[in-house]
C-alpha cells in the first residue's frame, strides 16, 4: 500500500490555511497513486492550541475542518490530527484524536491513550484518556493507530515508567501490519538517537513497521522539527523527512519488511542543528504573526553578534535595523566591531550615544539619590535606557526587539529587567553561553561574519569601567555545566559537588537561579532547544523557600 | 470525638516554620483536650509548590517533616497534607495524600483520587490518582479521609462532570461516622455560596458530617482565603473559620447532628473581600519573599491611588515611599490629589519631572525619527521613563515596584510594556475597572483618604493634551461586561452579541484582548481574585491566528 507521509507547518487557529495545507496535500497524494496519506497530531487546529482548546467555536471549527476535509477522501483515506468530543457526560469534554477519513466521510476515530503532562505538556488539561481501542482495516491491511506519546511509553531518568498501560498492547491483539503514529515532537538539541530508539523499539517489540508523521515549524516558543520517518519491521530506518521543513514523501507499506532497504541517521552536528532550529523559530514567529521587520541593539559582544546573524538569516538584512547604543562605559572596539557585523550582514545601523539620556536620568534623580553611592542602579539605568531607545524605534516603525539574552544570563538573573531582558523573543534563552561562542564559531564558518575580537575578548556588560563578566560569575565553562545539572538533570546541590564541582561555587550558583525567577517570569517567550527551557515548561513558585 | 480545625499559612518550601506551625498547633490541642488535629493539603509544604514537587531533595524535606509530626502524635491523632511516594514503577512518582499519624507514626497514607487539571490547577503534572480508597477509625469512629477535589464533583457549566469515579461513592460502603476534606481553595469573589453548597451536597447525598480545613494565607499570586468549616449531619453550616487569618477551632463530632446549632453563612461583601483579600496578597508576598517596601507611581488617577491604600494598609506607611513623576501632559489637580493622597495616607512622596529625561530621548531620537509624526511612540517613552524611575528608586533602596494596571486595561492592551506595566506585583490586574472605583469608595467609607474628584473625574492616561480613556475604549461599564463574559465564562461573540452589546464594540474589545497577549505574557504575577486571572491559570499562544 502507498502512503503518503504529510510533514506540514501549520499556524494555531488558521483553520482556512491549515485546512488548505492539508486537502493540497490529499490532492497530490491521489496524483501520485497513494491509499493513505497522514498528517500529524491536532494539524486542523495546529500545535500547540493551549486553552483555545477550551473554547467551543474553536472546537466547532476544527470538525467542521475535518468534515471538510473529508469529501476530499475519495480514492484515498487519510489520517489527521484534530481535538475530538467526548460523547460521556462525565470526564474532560475532549479528546486528543486521529480522525479516519476514508469514502468522503469520516471512517473512524481514535484517540489519544498516553496524556503527556510534564514540562511544556499538558494534556490533562483539555484531555480524557482513551477507553476503547480499535485497529483500522483499509484495502485489506490492518493499522494500529497511535498518537504522539502513545508509542512513547519509556524508561524516565528516575527509573520509571509513566503510564501502566502502552495502548499497542492491547492493539497488538488486533493483528495490525502497520503501526501510524501521529505526533508533534518538538526539537531538543541531541536527542535525535533516542527518538529513533522509540520507534525502533516498538517496532521489534510488536514485530511490525512503523510510520510517524510529525509536525514541523516554529509556533511561539516551541520549534517542531519534522524529521517524520518509516521504520522496517526489522527495526531499521527505511526514511526521514527533511529536517525543519515541510516535506511530503511517499512509502509502500511493503517494502517496510525485514530484507528492505534502510538509511543510517547521521550523528547530530548539534551547533548546526541549533542554528538551523533558531533560524526557523524567529522567521515563523515573524511570519505567523504577520510581522516582517526586527530590531535589536548590537553592543559589540557575542550575544547580540550571533542573534543578529541568526535573524538576518530569518528575515534578511533588508528588514532589520539596529541601534548602536553606546555609553561612556563602552569600549571603542565594541562600537567598531558592532559596526563592523552590521556592514558585514548589510543591516541598516545608527548610532545614538545613551550619554545625554543617562545624565538626564541622573540630574533627575539627584535629590532622591543625595549621599548615596553609586551601585547597579546606575548601571541598570543605562540598560533601561537602551530598552526604551529600542523599543521606541519599535514603536515608530514596527520593527520587533529581539532579546539577546542567553540562557546562563537568564539563569543567574544577569541581565536588566525591562532592559537588556526585554524584546518580543528570546532568541537566545534557551542557548548557554558556552553554546552561543560555538554558534559564532559556526556562523563564522566559511567566512568572518561576526568580528573575530568579538568571539575571543572576554565577556563583558560595558555597565562601568573595566567591567567583566568573570568578575562577578565563575568561567562560563563551569558555570554552564553546573546550571546543566541542576536545570535540565534536576540535580541537587549535594549531587553536582559530588560530581566534582567546587561547593561554594555550586551554592553560589543555585542561589542565584533561585532569587533571579521573578525576572524570567516577566521575559519574553524562550526558543527552546533543549529538554528544560525558561518559560511555561518550568514552573516555579516566586515565594518560596527552597 | 473533639477535632482541632487548624487553619494555617504556610510559605512554600519553608520546611522549619511549616513543621513548626504544625506541631505548635498540635501542643494546643492537646492541651485543648482534642482527639484529632486536622491540616490543610499539602500543609508540610505549603501549597502551591509547583515544580518544586519534581526535585527529590524537596520530597524528602517533605516526608521528614511528616516524620518529625508524626513524634508530636501521642495522645492525639493528626491528617497532615503532603506529597507521598508512588510505590509503584509505573505511572507518576508521587501522589497527594493525607497522612494519618497516631501513636507517635505514620498510621496510613491516603491518596487523592480526583486530581484538578484546569486553570491554575497542575496536578496531573505531578500525582498519580488513588488506586486504594481505606477509612480510618480513631477511637471507635470511622473516618472517610478525602483531598480538595475529591469532593468536588461538581457538574460544570457546559453541564458535564470531570470525573467519572467520585471516591465517596467506594469509601461510604466502608460506613464512615465522618468526612474529612483538607483543602487548599484560593479565594474567588463571590463563590463562597458555592463553595458551602459543594460540602452540603456531599453532606446530604452520603448522610454523613463534615469538616474541611483549609489553607489561608497568599503565596505568590494566588490567595488561600480560609473558611474552614463543618458541616452538621443535616446540611447546616455547624462553624466556619475566619477568613484570611489563621485560626484554629474545636468542633465536637457528636456534637454534628440534624438537631446540632447551625450558623448562617451571611452573604459576601464583594468588595470588601477583595479589599481584604489584596491587602493579605500584597501582605503575604513581601514578608514571605522577606521584603519590607514597596514604591509606585501615583499619578492622581484611580487605580495608582487604589494600589497606595492598600499597600498602606498591607505594609504600613512607613514602608512605602512613592513618586509623583508628572510630564507636561499632567493636569495640575492629579499632581495636587496625588500629595493629597500621600499627606491623607502619611505616606513620604517625591515629585520629579519627567521632561526632562523625555526630552532628552526625544533630542537623541531626532535623527532616526525625522520626518515621523508624534504617535503612541512618545506616549510609551514617557511611561517607560516613569518605569526606569521607579525601577532605579527600587534597585537604590530595595523598594518592590507595586505595578497598578487593572484588569480592564490589562485585557485591552492599554498599557505600555516595561512602562505603567512594570512592577514585582500586579496588586489589580485581576480587578475590573468598575471594581476599583468601587474599592476607592470602600477605601472611603468612613473618611475621605482618595479625593473624591480622583473618583469623579473621567479616567486618563494623560500621556497627550486632553486624552481621556473614553477616546479609544467604550465606557468601563460596558467594557467590563464584555471582558467578563469573554474572558471568564468563555463566551464567544456571537454569543456576547446576542445578549445586546454592539456587535462593532464586542469585536473590537475582542479583537484587543487576542492581540495585547503578548504583554500581558511579560507582566507581574497578577493577585487572582477571579475564576479567571491572567497568568499561570491563563495559558494562550501568542503566535496563533483565531
Redo the contacts between chains.
Sequence with gaps: MRIALAQLNY????FE?NTHKITEAIAQAKQNDAELIIFSELSVC?N?????L?????INKCLESINTIATHCNGIAAIVGSPSCNP??????LYNSAFFLKNGKIDSIHNKSL?A??DIL?E??YFEPSDSLQAVTLNGKTIAITIGEDIWDTLQA???????KPPMQELVTQTPELIVNIAAIPFVQGKIDQRVSVYKNNVKQYGIPLISVNQVG???NIIFDGRSLAINSNGTVAKMLNIFEEDICYVDSNDLEANATSISIEKEDTIALIHDALVLGIK??FC??GFTKATLGLSGGIDSAVTIALAQKALGSENIRVLLLPSQYSSEHGVSEAVELADNLNIQY?I???N??F???R???A???EG?PE???EE??QA??R???L???S??FGHLVLNTSNKSEAAVGYGT??GDM?G?LAVLGDVYKTQVFELARYINRSEEIIPTNTITKPPSAELRPDQKDSDSLPDYEILDQILYYYLEE?K?K?EIVKMGFNAQQVSKIIRLVKISE?KR?????VLRISSKAFG?G?????????
Tied chains: 1, 2.
Excluded: W
Design positions: 499556524i494555531v487557529g488558521d490555511l495546529g500547540m492550541p493551549h486553552d483555545l477550551t473554547r467551543p467555536y474553536f460521556n457526560p462525565t470526564g474532560k469534554a496524556l503532562t510534564y499538558n490533562h488539561r528516575d527509573g520509571r515508567k509513566l503510564y501502566s516554529g509556533n511561539t515563523d514567529y505567523k504573526m545608527d545614538i550615544s545613551i545625554s539620556v545624565n538626564s536620568f540630574s533627575s534623580l535629590n532622591i539619590f548615596q551601585n547597579l542602579t541598570n539605568i533601561r535606557t530598552g526604551v531607545m523599543m521606541a524605534l514603536n515608530k529587567l525591562y526585554c518580543a534536576n541537587s549535594e521573578h517570569y516577566q521575559t519574553a517567550p511555561i518550568r514552573l516555579l513558585p516566586l515565594v518560596a523557600k527552597t
